[in-house]
């Protein structure tokens, strides 16, 4: 089995906090996840994640119009430059100070920050750049008494418009206009949420946490303002001599950029000036919140639709259309604080970001529907568990909430919150059509996954806080085991009745589980009384003897074929038992592989903290050769069973905002009265109580997670494994790009040598250097050379050592392929030729055989969609046709019915007038002939 997990995704969590982006073509948003940044694709319904990893939480980010950079601010006021073509970072640039807010220009050939009370324009990187440094400061704007909180950039990009907490905006020209200096609004009684410019002007609006809007217009149009004319001196001395042309040029721009705030009242033009036209209290459009401070927290304005967008802190926002400010309509999507809005370029979604209940939704305002509604858990994640084939996984969290994720999109498409406590655990049956749960309401729910209902409720003889359960191989018996109550409990999924009650525990039940081989009914739990019990489940005895521990049992995992079960103990270790003697086989000691750091208010050392260290969550991989575990740190730890040896250690986050990331504390965080996280911030002045106020909240506490990982599973398919954290839900996954794994290479073994033995047609040949090269191309290219009528031959003599490889390679093309009929030959000639081996070798052919499952029955299910959609619109258009060459018929009938009463009328007329004319005629005629004939 190959270690090359790399982390792929993240589940579970959609948005943390910060600003949310989208990209110029309106189609994704890019939203901050902690420390990581999440790419929502809305077209195709799919979400990714950059691998790039910053050491605190972003908090703010801005992308270039060209959609091809991306400038994103962590909480240590780092401002990294990500490139999204190559999905990297390019450069760091430290600032050390907390920054408000990013924003490039709209030529893309600058960015501004706010940082403290000033705002800083550096030059952007770009082709429109020959600078070979990333970050070239050439602007700072000074004059804010207070920190700086936003920003707006005109659309010609020559203007700033910076607020602050001072309850002014101030407007600032990167170049010196002789018309135009610094221009301070205020009259705001609140500090500066947002500020905007309207598209082709000066005039601008600006935004208050109060909930005011203020109209500003300017005396002065965008296309009057009057560069000022500099340099004339140095065009003097350029006529005395070329020499000195350079330094003349740079003791020019260098004057410049100092004058560029300065107040030059000496032209003779008039200056800008700006005159507030209208105020209008947004809150006045907000219904009655029973006492609560409505603050307003957000907002975003469309210069193309003129529509204004603005969130608050109850959870509403407000669609205004501007300068008049008439309400186009008002929507609330939760009762926490909306943290980011954001409109896409054309103006009609809107992204919106609630950081407390980690909501995501986009909304599109003129139809009044949702684009996307997502939600993480509201608190911790406690469990998850993979569906059969490994297209799903389903989470459990503290919420009472159960949600299921796909794991081809990324995306929750259920929710089920019938539960009224924390969710402990999770099962499916091994059809894949129920998902059970346990939870400490004391009940353990199924919920159908066809119908997504909870069609049942099992429920114990007296209240019991539930910590774990399991099905067993049949899908019919549901055991569970009791947190206060130290008994196990086995249900009839069937009946839905209790069918027994183990007791024998001394102590909560940690972990369950029911062995899973088809003819086992062992049920193996382990509890804080230091024993673990093998019992059998539908025997008449109700249990075997008691196998000791040593320390407290905290989880289990069978090994696959169900003959060795391991147990994570409270001392950290995993020890391994032989269920049929009962006799312990191997121990690994993984207290030193975890590592814990100390967090900022720890009175112990991280060594001393290592003691404690424990493993909380176990899984075997599908070969049953190596085990996964983690727990009380960050790190999650790959062990080989037989040999008791370390493989491989993941670690889960670098994000220095949680607790414990270190193992020592920096000194700078240190002072004389402790550590400063000790220290109580107090600068914003809102847990402060003082005389007169009102509006403060005695029960807030800032609070730092500590990163944890409470659940771990291999998937089906053994391509990647699932790991329940502090950040989310992590995905890791085997990529193959990256791994060069021949077998039995040969110096003859080339690329050049295989395309010539395939010229040559000895296709056999070619694919076992191909597979030993293991080159994925060229594999590809040997086996779609192939011709259809040979796979069948080919197939037969493909050997045994090369069989794993070629299988595994038509499971992964499966996917992605658009040859769908060839590579079902091959998976039919591979599987009639080699089946007796493989099921004989099911045990280390497991996971490519599920992921070959998986793969052809999501391919079907797509097929399946696209076929039932051809075939009603083939409906349709066949009725359609009918129905038109009916009408047409009605309409040909009616005008054949018409002409034949035409020509039938004028026949009855000529009959019934000159019947005996027309014989005259005739016989005159014929004489008349005959005559001219004679002649």
């Not at 400061?137 to 602050?164: H, I, N, P, Q």
């Not at 008449?540 to 289990?556: M, N, Q, R, V, Y």
């Given at each position: ?606 060594k001393k903290k290592r003691e404690a260290a424990h493993f909380s969550s176990l899984c075997y991989s599908a070969d049953g050769s190596t085990i996964l575990a983690g727990g009380q740190s960050k790190h999650i730890c ?293 005559d001219e004939g004679d002649e």
């Amino acid at each position: 089995m190959k270690f090359s997990f790399q982390f792929s995704n993240l589940f579970g969590t959609v948005y943390r906090g910060g600003d949310l982006v989208f990209t110029p073509d309106g189609n994704t948003v890019l939203s901050p996840v902690g420390n990581k940044v999440s790419m929502f694709d809305l077209k195709n319904h799919k979400s990714e994640t950059l691998p790039v990893e910053s050491r605190f939480s972003y908090t703010t980010m801005d992308l270039s119009p060209n959609g091809v950079s991306l400038l994103a601010v962590n909480e240590d006021g780092e401002v990294q430059l990500i490139s999204l073509i190559s999905r990297t970072i390019l450069h760091r640039l430290r600032t050390n100070r907390t920054i408000n807010c990013v924003k490039f220009s709209p030529d893309s050939k600058h960015f501004a920050i706010t940082k403290e009370d000033c705002a800083f324009v550096y030059s952007a990187p770009g082709p429109h750049s020959r600078d070979y440094s990333p970050f070239s400061m050439e602007r700072v704007l000074k004059g804010a008494y207070d920190d700086t909180t936003c920003l707006a950039w005109s659309s010609c990009s020559r203007l700033v418009a910076v607020g602050a907490k001072d309850m002014t905006v101030r407007i600032y020209a990167l170049h010196k206009f002789s018309n135009l200096s610094v221009c301070c609004l205020g009259g705001m009684t609140d500090p500066a949420v947002g500020t905007f410019f309207e598209s082709g002007s000066l005039d601008c609006y600006s935004l208050s946490r109060g909930g005011q809007l203020a109209v500003w217009e300017s005396s002065v149009e965008l296309e009057d303002l009057q560069l000022v004319v500099e340099g004339e001196k140095i065009q003097k001395e350029r006529k005395e001599g070329e020499e000195d042309d350079v330094g003349e040029a740079e003791e020019g721009t260098g004057d410049k950029a100092e004058t560029i705030t300065a107040d030059d009242s000496t032209g003779a033009n008039t200056k800008a000036v700006y005159k507030r036209t209208a105020k209008h209290f947004l809150r006045d459009h907000l219904e009655g919140e029973g006492g609560r401070r409505i603050e307003l927290t957000c907002g975003d304005y469309h210069q193309k639709t003129k529509i204004l967008v603005a969130g608050f802190n109850t959870g509403a926002f407000l669609l205004l259309s501007l300068p008049d400010c008439s309400l186009v309509h008002s929507l609330a999507i939760s009762e926490q604080q909306i943290s980011s809005v954001r409109f896409n370029t054309s103006g009609d979604w809107v992204v919106l970001g609630c950081p407390e209940l980690g909501q995501l939704l986009v909304w599109e305002w003129q139809s009044e529907t949702y684009v996307m509604k997502q939600q993480g858990h509201g608190s911790g994640m406690t469990s998850l568990v993979y569906s059969p084939d490994g297209s799903l996984v389903a989470t459990g969290g503290e919420d009472t909430k159960i949600k299921i994720w796909n794991c081809s999109t990324g995306f929750c498409f259920v929710t089920f919150s019938e539960h009224e406590s924390g969710v402990t655990g999770l099962a499916f049956t091994p059809n894949g059509k129920v998902v059970i749960s346990s939870s400490l309401d004391g009940t353990v729910r199924a919920f159908d996954m066809t119908r997504y209902r909870n069609f049942k409720t099992l429920t114990t003889p007296r209240p019991v806080q539930l910590s774990c359960v399991g099905v067993d191989s049949s899908g019919d018996l549901v055991a569970a085991g009791g947190l206060d109550v130290f008994e196990v409990y086995l249900w009839s999924l069937t009946t839905g009745r209790l069918v027994e009650v183990l007791a024998g525990h001394e102590g909560p039940v940690g972990g369950l589980a029911f062995s899973p081989s088809p003819t086992s009914s062992q049920l193996a739990t382990v509890s804080w009384d230091n024993t673990l019990r093998i019992w059998d489940a539908v025997g008449t005895s109700a249990t075997k003897e008691a196998i000791a521990l040593g320390s407290d049992g905290l989880a289990l995992a069978w090994r696959p074929d169900g003959q060795m079960v391991s147990v994570a103990t409270l001392t950290g270790q995993v020890v391994t038992f032989d269920t049929r003697t009962g006799t312990q086989v191997g121990t690994i000691d993984g207290r030193r592989d975890l590592g814990m750091g100390r967090g900022d208010l720890d009175k112990i050392s991280a060594k001393k903290k290592r003691e404690a260290a424990h493993f909380s969550s176990l899984c075997y991989s599908a070969d049953g050769s190596t085990i996964l575990a983690g727990g009380q740190s960050k790190h999650i730890c790959i062990y080989h069973v037989e040999e008791s040896l370390l493989l491989k250690k993941f670690e889960v986050t670098q994000n220095r905002s949680f607790q414990g990331m270190d193992e020592t504390i920096n000194k700078r965080k240190m002072t004389e009265f402790g550590p400063l996280a000790s220290l109580e911030d107090r600068s914003d002045g809102t847990a402060l109580k003082l005389p007169g106020t009102k509006a403060v909240d005695m029960s807030s506490r800032s609070l730092k997670l500590e990163v944890r990982v409470t659940a771990l599973q291999f998937s089906p398919t053994g391509r990647s494994f699932c790991a329940v954290t502090t950040e989310g839900l992590l995905v890791y996954s085997l990529d193959r790009h990256l791994v060069f794994d021949p077998l039995d290479l040969a110096i003859k073994i080339t690329p050049h040598s295989i395309r010539k033995e395939l010229d040559r047609k000895n296709y056999n040949k070619a694919l076992v250097m191909a597979l030993r090269l293991a080159e994925k191309p060229l594999i590809r290219q040997v086996l779609e050379t192939v011709p259809h009528t040979d796979i069948s031959l080919l197939a037969q003599q493909t050997s045994l050592a090369h069989l794993p490889s070629l299988l595994m390679f038509v499971a992964e093309e499966a996917e992605v392929t658009r040859h769908i009929q060839f590579y079902l030959l091959w998976t039919k000639a591979l599987l009639l030729s080699h089946g007796t081996y493989l099921k004989s070798e099911s045990k280390h052919n497991l996971p490519v055989l599920n992921l070959l499952i998986k793969n052809l029955s999501r391919k079907s299910e797509d097929l399946g969609k696209i076929c039932d959609h051809n075939k009603y619109s083939i409906r349709y258009l066949i009725a359609l046709s009918e129905t038109k060459r009916k009408g047409e018929e009605a309409k040909d009938i009616a005008n054949d019915s018409d002409d034949e009463m035409e020509v039938t009328g004028k026949v009855k007329e000529v009959n019934i007038d000159d019947d005996s004319d027309s014989d005259v005629d005739m016989t005159e005629l014929a004489a008349k002939w005959s005559d001219e004939g004679d002649e």
